[in-house]
């Protein structure tokens, strides 16, 4: 898997007009190329509005929603045919969420900055010393114990706009920091939870589908547990909770849980899937 | 004569030049400054100053193989499966189509050059091996087992297919999808560049490269190396993506090409852009007449050219004499 390194902020200083029109601005980040396994870092030039950025038409873009639905579908492990998805059906509700960002103060901070979590920019070590029941301290557990990395992100190809472009990255980098805050495994129950989450929250229809469709691989047991109590627990916080993506996550690291969930309005999950993994369930 | 000296200087200069020629652009230059053996970077200055196209892109010529081995390398597991879908079946018609035309007789040797997944070679061997199985039941009264001179005819009627690609991962593919077919004999894998293959003068009496050609990077130099492997008789075919002449049929094309087909590699196989390369290559192939000319211009005789589904493909067939 590659991944690029960011090594500086974005040298977006130039923020005084706030037109929802921006011309492309030319990149001043740093951008290197560790491992060139992946398919699009064979062209090293890009002629869209950001790196990665491929230039597509309605048809196009039609043609990519319908084939990356059957196929991710088919099989949910094309975790880049999900994000096709969600970028060709998400147009409208990426306005939403960038409207809802640039109305809140952290949120427009955040558009502003654009900070990104990677492994390289997390300081691990210092998560790692920081109290249990902080934020930064659960996020890293989350990653140990589920085995993920922040760096699997797919990139964003297919949204025609840089700032928009930004916004889709951001959610998808805020999903792994969902699970935390929500307290959901990364299993199919916990994903399909926070997807439930994410739908009330954002609209996209990507979470809506997966939403709808994930269940069907749900078991009687989970289901039941999904429609009693995660389910509505995941929309009602979904609807009440202050708009995920506009909290700079990166300076809350020490912040506690509890503080950070009452803050967003968050409620603590009804189960407790960490209690049930010490149980050896 | 002449061709014994040439590959004899030509294995000093790879001796000496043997970590520059080893990389994957592969530009053999052929002008005398180059057989100098004080400075190795003769070779990549001169691929580095010549411009070529990468699809519509303009890129050194070193540049241009680099990136299309990097287009190969990703393509290759769903490469297949790519054809497939792209072309609905339909390049399994063309392919028989050049085994039809070849026509090719027990004891034929092949090299089929950028043969990647080795389609045309498989199928090379099934179609001799059909053919000898004809001609021996034809032959042979039924009742009769094979006597000592029917089995050593046959040991010189073997045919042997040699697949040669630039790529080791469409080589690795080609390899496996044989070995679950169970064609295993007569066949083998050989990593090589088009523009300096590793036979010897006069070796094959076939020579094929099915949508390969348009991807390297000197095409002048690719013939050359074509008409020096073959044996006198031999013959070249090349299957290749060309000009659609109907104007309605070449929109249609136009427009699945450009929509449709990058779509697909985004969707199938996780790469849109090297999909959108494939069908810019495709636009900056030399028409027909071009190509005949430049195989003319290479040394072949008796070139021909036959349109397959309206042009999309052009099967042409020179022989070296």
Redesign the interface.
Known sequence: MSYNVATAALGHTDRGEHSSHRSPRPPTLCVHRLHTGRADRTFSHYDGLYPGHIITTPFQKALLAVGSGVVALQDPYRHDMVAVLGETTGHLVLINLRDRMRNDPEGYTVLTERPKIRLSTLDLEKMASLPDGSFGREYLRFLEDNEVTPDSRAEVKFVDDEELAYVMLRYREVHDLMHTLLGMPTNMLGEVAVKWFEAAQTGLPMCALGALLGPLRLNTRRLQSLFTSLGPWALQNGWQARCVLSIFYERRWDQSLEELRRELKIQPPPVDFTKRRKNGR | MAASMRLLVRQLARLSHRKVTSTVSGVSCRSACCWRTSSGRCFSDAAEDRSTHFGF?TVSEAEKAK?VY??FE??AQKYDVMNDAMSLGIHRLWKDVLLHVMHPQPGARLLDVAGGTGDIAVRFLDYVRYQLERQKRRDTPSGQGSSWQDISDDRRRESSAVVCDINKEMLKMGKQKADRMGVVSGLSWVVGDAEELPFDDDQFDIYTIAFGIRNVTRMDQALQEALRVLKPGGRFMCLEFSKVTNPVLARLYDAYSF??I???G?????????YQYLVESIRKFPNQQEFKGMMEDAGFYCVQHHDLTGGVVALHSGFKL
């Open positions: 892109e990136r990097k287009v990703n393509v929509q449709v990058p779509v697909l985004e969707v199938i196989a996780g790469d849109w852009k090297s």
